[in-house]
């Protein structure tokens, strides 16, 4: 049942206004080389990311950016992807991250009305 919750974590996604994703420069780009590999609904430019202190960036994206986002990672995750362990680890991490944030929101995510602006936020593992 996992596809289930998977699916139902992509369509609360898509309906959040605005997210932000705070994490290291290499985490997003190797994010954005691995989405822009895929033919996908969104289309990530280059220089979303703001740069916030602290070897930190910022990347601002919609609910649909977000959704598309999860989904390359979701899949990239998985034990029998291509790709290499760190590849994978990487795509867990952004993956449980985003997955905790929309799974949050709970009974708030109601169909076909847009999520306040929610802030994503990674910080060091304890």
């Known amino acids: 049942m996992e596809w289930v919750r998977r699916r ?4 609360a996604a898509a309906g959040i206004a605005r997210i932000e ?5 290499s985490v997003w780009s190797a994010m ?3 989405c822009a590999r895929r033919y996908g609904s969104v289309h990530f430019a280059e220089g979303m990311q703001q740069p916030v202190g602290a ?12 959704a598309e986002l ?3 990672a979701g899949s990239r995750g998985r ?5 290499d362990p ?11 991250a985003a997955a905790s944030v929309v799974d949050g929101l709970g009974s708030n995510c109601v169909r076909d009305t847009a999520i306040p ?7 060091a593992r304890c």
């Open 32 to 34: 954005l080389t691995r």
């Open 86 to 96: 760190p590849g994978r680890a990487v795509c867990r991490a952004i993956y449980a």
């Open 21 to 25: 994703l705070l994490c290291p420069p």
């Open 8 to 11: 139902r974590r992509l369509n």
């Open 70 to 72: 999860m989904d390359v």
């Open 55 to 66: 070897d930190l960036v910022r990347v601002e994206l919609s609910g649909l950016e977000l």
């Open 117 to 123: 602006p929610v802030t994503l936020t990674r910080g």
């Open 79 to 83: 034990w029998w992807s291509r790709e």
